[in-house]
DNA sequence: GATGAATGAGATTTCATTCAT
DNA sequence: AATGAATGAAATCTCATTCAT
């Protein structure tokens, strides 16, 4: 007896892989080129599609490019939430371990190319800027303001205004992954490696926030 | 004997300064739309000149974005350079000073913009990208490095590998200005301001950088 | 002994159909947008199978087009050419009549839509115009030429031109039918029902081709 | 001395006559192909030009098409409308000048292949349609029937309903004109003028309509 | 026979670039 | 030097048609 758990034809099974193939073709094209200089006809290629097929699954580039978002807008920051949550330890320990996990688990990923690609692209999206800002910056950076808040509390950390800080924080990750993403192998940070920045960038700003001794 | 400051008659003085005006325009076009979204149409109107004007000044919509680049590295990095190497006192005072001047001279000009261009797309002019690179992000890199290692040797910091730390000294400015940059006012940082951003961020990266008391 | 009427299976007997059911929902696609903006899409759509079967049984759009046309040439021009031959009465009568089912049975029926089609978009496919002329229009109009030329033999209607005046005959007719497709509801012939024009008409018509008294 | 008259150089005086140019062209590839097959393309080689050359003067396809619309919305009707206020005889005799030079005046001009082309793919452009129909039926329209209604008060014309009665009147004339323009030369109307039809027409109306002599 | 995913030619539209004036 | 009408290559998008399943 045969098994049964895939009665889909071959072409069927492909039909449902479609789309997150393209997905992932647009993705690689958009990061590569930039929104306005990708040409959808190179998508197509990329993904092994024809420009027409394409249309098949959404409606114009615009609508790609939508897509492209949404499917790249991960679960990871509500694991992150429920990290912190559990918490209950020193935390400067906990915020460096925050934004080193950061790093890896988001902006290193294609993530961090979409990301670019709004800040870089937005304004002509805004709508989009708006969502991508709400739905993975403010998520995120209210995470390291209650990580901050609750170093302050418990004088772990000195009197700093939360939110400024929280985004002196953030700066510097986004930052690097401009730079990761800027394909300017070369001329861009020679010698320097990513976890060397973060490293140094972590260190320094845990020692700058904590409460003067004594 | 009369001044011969200016024996040319009017309209050729205009002529001398045709090619600023047009880049006064292109540069602020550029900054508002991008480089591919900028329409050269946009930029003549901008201007109060004809389409067929700007391609006597400047061959194509390529050159012209150079020229915007080129004209806009100001001198300021060298009269940094003075300061820096004139300077006697504190090396944090210094560093904050240099970085404070830093953001209100050169990030928060036009020239923010032309460093977003070429973070946002600039992979698309790659010999671009690295022409502006070296002219204005490794000289003012350079500098900062210098002030580090002059604070590392005098003892006033703690040992970081310059270089690196460089880095993360340059990144939240340079983030700061994409913020600035990014046409997204409400979503983007609300309620806090460059000068708030600043301050925080020198006082606790100088903080974060002091060889540990004693 | 059983019934052998239909020894097919159901899914046989369906598949007879099948065209039928396609042609139908041509012909509303059709009438409804005009050949030009028809999509096969939609007409698939509209009868219920996919794209592909439409192909496995008319070579193209074009093919399906004409198939169209030449399932709506009905049988009922024939009917009338007996009812014609074998009246006996007043010539005007049998115009007013002739004329009135004209309307009813033909123009108000789906025939009508195609008619229209063909007016409209006929020169697009000269030879299906032509078809169609000879098929429906000439055959229609002799039958009307045919009452006409009875009438002035019989001295009951005046002397014209009988082809000419077949013409002007058919063309309000026609007109009504275009009025009555094109979609306009509310801007076309406000508060006027079709019974109303052809009963005006007829009567008019009829007045007018009448030998003056006497 | 030379004659000033046209200071303009010559390609600007060509610019002014472009639009006019273009419209020509277009009226005639539109009445020849209907709205939807044609192609800019034919529109603009017709008109000796580049395809983005008509995107010069007309936003695009539709605006175009609009703009041929109202070029072709002669002022005849106002003219006529002077005409009929003014008459003061035989109402009879004035309806058959109405009707003959509604005919030759306007139906047989270009005007005649707008109005072919609205009945034919107006349902596609609603707006257009009514503001044809307003501009030009309605205005049509109302002249008969005042006509109409004039004569059947002076009983010169028996009691009819002078609306319904006008779009009796209207349609052969309307319907001659999509004849005309149906380019179906040979197969349409052997042997039978323009002329032929509006006289037989005219003629037999106006007898149909009379009020029954005494 | 039926499906519908895939194709690619062709249409509209944009815009950097040219060139006659 | 300046103009701006004209160009045409290239991009987006549509849809009749094909074909593997």
């Known amino acids: 007896m045969q098994a049964p758990q895939d009665t889909k034809p071959r072409w069927e099974r492909r039909k449902d892989a479609r789309p997150q193939e393209l997905l992932a073709a647009a993705l690689e094209q958009f990061v590569e080129r930039g929104y306005a200089a990708t040409r959808l006809e190179d998508v197509a290629k990329r993904a092994g599609v024809s420009k027409g097929t394409l249309y098949l699954y959404f409606a114009n580039k615009e609508e790609l490019f939508k897509a492209v978002v949404r499917a790249n807008i991960v679960a990871t920051i509500g694991e992150a939430e429920q990290d912190v949550a559990n918490y209950d330890g020193d935390s400067a320990e906990l915020l460096g371990t925050l934004l080193m996990r950061w790093w890896t688990e988001i902006w290193a990923t294609p993530l961090g190319g979409i990301t670019k690609l709004i800040l870089a692209e937005g304004h002509n999206f805004p709508e989009l800027a708006q969502f991508y800002n ?61 976890q060397d920045f973060m490293e140094t960038f972590i260190s320094t700003s845990l020692r700058g926030l904590k409460a003067s001794a004594a």
Chains 1, 2, 3, 4 share one sequence.
């Open 134 to 194: 709400e739905e993975v910056v403010a998520r995120g950076s209210l995470l390291v303001t209650q990580v901050l808040k609750r170093g302050i509390e418990r004088g772990e950390f000195r009197q700093v205004d939360p939110v400024v800080m929280t985004r002196v924080l953030i700066a510097p990750v986004l930052m690097l992954m401009m730079w990761t993403h800027s394909y300017m192998p070369t001329c861009d940070m020679p010698e320097i490696t990513p």
